[in-house]
């Protein structure tokens, strides 16, 4: 069975570098699959930050992309979100998920149960 | 990008009740469509791919419709389990955009 965990620092200053980690239990993050962020800001609807198959591609929401990378880690089969000058407006509860394949790119069919970041001075 | 606009953004519904859920996009989108079940503290689940596809072990009391721009998510028979927030997503074009979410409750 196929299992997500997010984990992260909870809190982080304005300006700073949130990260975030995705362990996955079950499954190789290298045997493919993209791998996704995804967050939901409070009283907001999900957002899509970006995806990446871990030998090749990666698609991010370009309204993030200046400011985030996700990378993955196969020796310690976890996948990290890095998120560059973080402002209040990225306060949220941040998912990972995978994609259902290749023919389904765009579908999520496993999720962790979330992590919440606090950007606050 | 690509708007998905859900309707209604909450009910209230018996046990029993059939409920139908409604989201369109801003744009065709053939049937790249997808919905999610987000109950509180629980991780997001995959209900239906591609419009109509029923995901393994999701009940069959779900179930989903549409093509091009117009989509709908039906409970045939609403069960307490099933009280959570419903949210459409297209995976028809990047960035991947989610409808703002129907909050399911029960009267």
């Known amino acids: 069975q196929v299992h997500l965990q997010e984990s992260g620092p909870g809190l982080v200053k304005p300006s700073e570098t949130l990260s975030l980690t995705c362990s996955v239990s079950?499954?190789?993050?290298?045997?493919?699959?993209?791998w996704v962020w995804i967050r939901q800001s409070p009283g907001k609807g999900l957002e899509w930050i970006g995806m990446?198959?871990?030998?090749?591609?990666?698609y991010y929401n370009p309204s993030l992309k200046s400011r985030v990378t996700i990378s993955g880690d196969s020796s310690k089969n976890q996948v990290s979100l890095r998120l560059t000058s973080v402002t209040a407006a990225d306060t949220a509860e941040y998912f990972c998920?995978?994609?259902?394949?290749?023919?389904?790119?765009?579908?999520?069919?496993?999720w962790g149960q979330g992590t919440v970041a606090i950007v606050s001075a | 990008d690509i708007q998905m606009t859900q309707s209604p953004s909450s009910l209230s519904a018996s046990l029993g009740d059939r409920v139908t859920i409604t989201c369109q996009a801003s744009q065709d989108i053939s049937q790249s469509l997808n919905w999610y079940q987000k109950r509180p503290g629980k991780a997001p689940k995959l209900l239906i791919f591609?419009?109509?596809i029923l995901q393994t072990g999701v009940p069959s009391r779900f179930s989903g419709s549409g093509s091009g721009t117009d989509f709908t998510l039906t409970i045939s028979s609403l069960q307490p389990e099933d009280i959570a927030t419903y949210y459409c997503?297209?995976?028809?074009?990047?960035?991947?955009?989610f409808g703002g979410g129907s909050k399911v409750e029960i009267k």
């Open positions: 079950g499954y190789s993050i290298s045997s493919g699959h993209y």
């Open positions: 997503q297209q995976s028809g074009d990047f960035p991947l955009t």
């Open positions: 990446k198959y871990l030998s090749g591609n990666s």
């Open positions: 591609h419009s109509s």
């Open positions: 998920a995978r994609s259902q394949g290749a023919a389904s790119l765009g579908v999520f069919d496993i």
